[in-house]
Nanobody, 122 residues
Framework: VQLVESGGGLVQAGGSLRLSCAAS????????TAWYRQAPGKQRELVAD???????NYVDSVKGRFTISRDNARNTVYLQMNSLKPEDTAVYYC?????????????????WGQGTQVTVSS
């Protein structure tokens, strides 16, 4: 199983990025898939998740700015990030698990990507 993230980079505040997470070995549409982030010196944070049924959930700080979506044909999950702020700077990780409860707790999550750096300059 492999989750491969891409799309990170350096952007100015107010700009946009789209992260992609492509999976091999698992089928995203049967899992809850999520984006987490971890900034230096801070705990990992669940940013957004999408369930197998397609329901989406967001942390309050990104509501209205970020959108998680899934392309079943490409077995890829995206995180569209608009109106980026310096506080969005972090390493962003894609993850997936059969159980949303594991995603929410951030424990016993079976599948993780390697992470992609997002840096937002002020």
């Amino acid at each position: 199983v492999q989750l491969v993230e891409s799309g990170g980079g350096l952007v100015q505040a107010g700009g946009s990025l789209r992260l992609s997470c492509a999976a091999s070995g698992i089928i995203f549409s049967t899992k809850t898939t999520a984006w987490y982030r971890q900034a230096p010196g801070k705990q990992r944070e669940l940013v957004a998740d999408i369930t197998s049924a397609g329901s989406t959930n967001y942390v309050d700080s990104v509501k209205g700015r970020f959108t998680i979506s899934r392309d079943n044909a490409r077995n890829t999950v995206y995180l569209q990030m608009n109106s980026l702020k310096p506080e969005d700077t972090a390493v962003y990780y894609c993850a997936a698990d059969r159980y949303r409860s594991s995603i929410v707790r951030g424990t016993n999550v079976h599948y993780w990507g390697q992470g992609t750096q997002v840096t937002v300059s002020s």
